[in-house]
């Protein structure tokens, strides 16, 4: 089975700063997608970046970029110029290719310090 | 914008009580999910459905039930709600048309069994 790992449960950043979430998957496939989702405290979780696995460039999205190393099966998000906005639990995901099954990280709970 | 929305942001049912929890998407999506959040345990499946009348189980059906009359709606259905159902329960859906891969989510229903 294929299962997500964020080896961070709580991380914070001064603002304007840039921190790097770690995350890393197991999975036998080479088809696939990888995921960023933030879920602000009470609010709804988003979407922040998507990577499909035969992309060898890294997916960015304004002050959003990855790491994705295909061979060492992992997937970092870096934020920079971090905002108070971006305070939120961060979620790694994976997903097979023509698949429902979604596989999600624990979390990690980032802090913007001022 | 695709809108995720469920019934209820809080509730607290008893032990022993039927729990209905609602979810409507407005964006004609095949796709919809059910997922429970618990601290340190990310987000994990509990059904989907993939069309009208039809599921499939996640990874923790037991307790729970589902129900897909309409395209728009998916119901997590709890028969004897019990106290280690106490969670963070989110639904999302996503649609196999075109290239994009989101799951779009809803806010989230915090259910406290007592």
């Known amino acids: 089975a294929q299962t997500v790992t964020q080896s961070q449960p709580e991380m914070s950043v001064q603002e304007a700063e840039t921190v790097t979430l770690s995350c890393t998957y197991d999975?036998?496939?080479?088809?696939?997608?990888l995921f960023w989702y933030k879920q602000p405290p009470s609010r709804q979780m988003i979407l922040v970046i998507r990577q499909e696995a035969y992309k060898q460039q890294n997916a960015t999205e304004n002050r959003f970029s990855v790491n994705f190393q295909k061979a060492a099966k992992s997937f970092s998000l870096k934020i920079s110029d971090s905002q108070l906005g971006d305070a939120a639990m961060y979620f790694c995901a994976y997903r097979r290719t023509r698949s429902n099954d979604m596989r999600f990280g624990a979390g990690t709970r980032l802090t913007v310090k001022p | 914008d695709v809108k995720v929305t469920q019934s209820s942001r809080y509730l607290v049912k008893r032990t022993g009580e039927k729990v209905f929890l609602e979810c409507v998407q407005d964006?004609?999506?095949?796709?919809m999910f059910w997922y429970r959040q618990d601290p340190g345990l990310g987000l994990r499946l509990i059904y989907f459905?993939?069309?009208?009348?039809?599921?499939e189980k996640g990874d923790i059906p037991e307790g729970y039930s589902v129900s897909r009359e309409k395209k728009e709606r998916f119901s997590l259905i709890l028969e004897s709600a019990s106290t280690n159902q106490t969670s963070m329960y989110l639904c999302?859906?996503?649609?196999?048309?075109?290239?994009?891969?989101?799951?779009?989510f809803g806010p989230g229903t915090r259910l406290t069994v007592l």
């Open positions: 999975t036998s496939e080479s088809d696939y997608y």
């Open positions: 459905s993939y069309d009208v009348k039809m599921k």
């Open positions: 999302a859906s996503r649609t196999d048309r075109g290239h994009t891969d989101t799951q779009y």
């Open positions: 964006m004609d999506h095949e796709n």
